[in-house]
């Protein structure tokens, strides 16, 4: 392997000059040392002909030309993956779905594209050596003349986003119908192919798009702002910000260059070759294009329709030149969706400018875009820790089948973060707890409420005692919940052997339990809230869990949201005030529809073989769908409250 500096103009410019080389260990010592263009293959003159027109050097990140047969390697896909991931910075949430991006798009350019082998590949998906009979036909593919045709992988930053390209030299394939027939593998169990696509599809959504017939795919992933980096201003958009001006003539291009130079912006590139501009502009992305609208065909409005229908740059902003008395011109510009419009003969300084305003209102949305995005991966990190507390279902599984009873949960926030928090917890040979909990407001506060709360109740000492349990958590959480905070609470202990409940109430909406002749017994849980003073009533209450029977505990949600029509038998609640009657279900809503939803047991006396059938059937996982189904069928969505239930049969 070489690395080299080359005189002249640089075919490519970065910090660790060009490096060139024929095998996989060689590019991944490339990668490994900083290289930043690669040219990997047996004729590099032939391969230097892949590379594109750079035309800003400060955003190139890395940029490989290599034949399949170098890069065709688990260990180059993975070094490329930390490679773009070490100097790009991408968010957390980005980064561990980067390698299989690029181990699946690769992996298509070379075996699909370069190699041909799609047919080949689906001739050979029967029995189960299929996949090694293919492997190998891989394998032979890439030491013949196949092997050396060369892949384009270029890597870019734009804004707080890192662009990857990857082109072949395949025959290109029907896009829609390849995505359509990927994204149907996914539910096929028989079919072994396909599914990679349609991953990275579900992952990537708009970022993924395919052009040139499929042979160019091109995907976006987010980078992280730099520490402490300070908001954009109008002095240091004009050093940070790129303007490419397109025109048929040299000369003008040049002196508007110089122009925009002098007065003091860093990055102006010029294009005279105005038709390759949807090309340029899609590799470079430019954060300005200032455009002159008479050009011979292409001209400026016909380019400008090019550049909107093209993804990858509908979002630059547009600035034509056209003279000042063309009034028309103007005017369909701004139809058009121009972003500005500079008449000539045009004053130095309202140019620069106007240019200046442009490029602050960009870099300052990218700012906001990337301020947004680092947010939202904070909030889904702080989500996915506060669904870790939740039981799992090895453990929920394990405790059923231990006590002999079925369960059934459903948890549904209405926010990012939520306030409502429920577990169970197994405390002996023949008995287990469970716990649900609903604290004021939802978001950041309501959710480090829950993680406290998970906290204090897994240290608790007295968990077969409900009384000493729920007195002990509200003493600890008076003291460290802050104003206007509490939770509504409910904790029971089953036995299962005995078939009873012992339970506090805390202010939540009361447990119903639903028994096997079809009624529904609701169990009082009023109380003052969890939270509110260090000593609170606390009354131990109990009840009998007949065989058959369904314990249904939730949060407000379920019997507070509005719907549009109310179950049969029941009347709107008159508002007090001129409001329209409320559509609640109530607690008498919900016994009206769980009445409704499973038929009673027919018989009491049940015979062996009734019984070792209910055993199989999950009692309380039907009444919870029946349930949600009938909510959902009626209710006024968005909900506005976090809706959590927990039901048991026994």
Known sequence: MSIVARKGPPLLSGHGGLATGTTSDELLMALRTGSRSMLFGTHTTELSRMLPPSLDDRSDILTVVAEGRILHNPDVFRVLASTIHQRTHLLPSEAPKLEIILTEILTNAIEHGNLGLTESRLRQVDGNTWFERYHQTVQNQLHTALGRIPVLITCKLSGNDVIITIEDRGMGFNVPETMSKSMAAMHQENNPTGRGLALIKSWLGDRLTYRNNGRIATFSMAVQPKPGSALPTRASVKEKGSILIVGDQKTTNELWQTTLIQSGFRYVMTLTNHADLPAVAASDQPDIILMSIHMKEPNGFQLFNKLKNNPLTAHIPIVFTCPQENNNDTQRAFDMGAADVVTSPVDTSVLSARLSSHLYQIHMMRELTSLTRQLEGELNRAKTFQHDLFPTASSLTALTAKHDITLATHYQGCDTLAGDYWTFIDLDDHRFAFAL?????????????????????????????????????????????????????????????????????????????????????????????????????????????????????????????????????????????????????????????????????????????????????????????????????????PLMDDLTLLALSF
């Open 437 to 637: 909990a609903d604290f004021t407001g939802h978001g950041t506060i309501a959710a480090l409420n829950t993680v406290q709360l998970h906290t204090l109740l897994h240290h608790e000492t007295s968990l077969t005692n409900p009384t000493l349990t729920t007195a002990s958590l509200n003493a600890q959480l008076t003291r460290l919940l802050g104003p206007g905070s509490f939770a509504t609470f409910v904790y029971g202990v089953v036995d299962a052997q005995a078939r009873t409940l012992t339970y506090t109430g805390c202010g939540a909406p009361n447990l119903l339990l639903r028994l096997p002749d079809g009624s529904v017994q609701s169990l009082d849980c009023s109380g003052l809230p969890l939270g509110l003073a260090p000593e609170i009533p606390i009354l131990p209450r109990t009840a009998d869990l007949p065989e058959g029977s369904i314990l249904l505990a939730y949060s407000d949600a379920l019997t507070d949201t509005e719907h549009n029509r109310l179950p049969q038998g029941m009347s709107p609640k008159k508002s007090i005030s001129s409001a329209p009657p409320e559509t609640s279900w109530g607690e008498e809503g919900l016994i009206l529809t769980l009445k409704k939803l499973m038929p009673p047991e027919l018989s009491q006396k049940t015979d062996d073989k009734r019984k070792k059938e209910k055993k199989k059937d999950n009692s309380a996982q039907h009444l919870l769908d029946a349930l949600l189904y009938r909510f959902h069928g009626t209710a006024k969505l």
